[in-house]
T-cell receptor, first 118, second 108 residues
């Protein structure tokens, strides 16, 4: 079946521009996560949705970062007034809602969007 | 807040040798621990999770709460095991934290 998809795969933005990154989760997956992965680092948690509710946005680095998932499926991560330090790969992941007694939290990752801010 | 430490950024072994990728964590709650792998030009994917106590592709990982470790082990490494490996911890509120990763190279 179809996995998590993200678009665009690559984005080059000039400093100060706004960007929008899209994530299409696996159909039926209730939970959706955004991560930022800088070069040579592991993914850093940004935010988490369960359906349309944003339950945790503690990882968003500044108020220039905004995420939404208005209908509980597709999600958009928006970065306003991009800065060079925003250059990274942005990963989206989805998972089934926690329901099993074993808290089965496997996350299925998309291919990522590589953002370069010049 | 939880933290995951992978002390080795690079690890190189010969084919057939044992391999151990180290992972230490700090978390005050009850951790759920995972190993994720990223092969060249592929997306990040789950390798194994501690709750399942499973062996995947010959890899195992045991949670040691006393040492707060979740090291990944394989007795005989294969060339196809070459990849980036990330240890991750899921907190009680679904907040996943990853380590910085270890790049494993298995030489012929």
């Amino acid at each position: 079946g179809a996995g998590v998809s993200q678009s665009p795969r690559y984005k080059v933005a000039k400093r100060g521009q706004d960007v929008a990154l899209r994530c299409d989760p696996i159909s039926g997956h209730v939970s959706l996560f955004w991560y930022q992965q800088a070069l040579g680092q592991g993914p850093e948690f940004l935010t988490y949705f369960q359906n349309e509710a944003q339950l945790d946005k503690s990882g968003l680095p500044s108020d220039r970062f905004f995420a939404e998932r208005p209908e509980g499926s597709v999600s958009t991560l928006k970065i306003q007034r991009t800065q060079q330090e925003d250059s990274a790969v942005y990963l989206c992941a989805s998972s089934l809602t926690p329901g099993s007694e074993y808290r089965f939290y496997e996350q299925y990752f998309g291919p990522g969007t590589r953002l370069t801010v010049t | 807040a939880q933290r995951v430490t992978q002390p080795e950024k690079l690890l190189s072994v010969f084919k057939g040798a044992p391999v151990e990728l180290k992972c230490n964590y700090s978390y005050s709650g009850s951790p759920e621990l995972f190993w994720y792998v990223q092969y060249s030009r592929q997306r990040l994917q789950l390798l194994l999770r501690h709750i399942s106590r499973e062996s995947i592709k010959g890899f195992t990982a045991d949670l040691n709460k006393g040492e707060t470790s979740f090291h990944l082990k394989k007795p005989f490494a294969q060339e196809e095991d070459s990849a980036m490996y990330y240890c991750a911890l899921m907190s009680d509120n679904n907040d996943m934290r990853f380590g910085a990763g270890t790049r494993l190279t298995v030489k012929p």
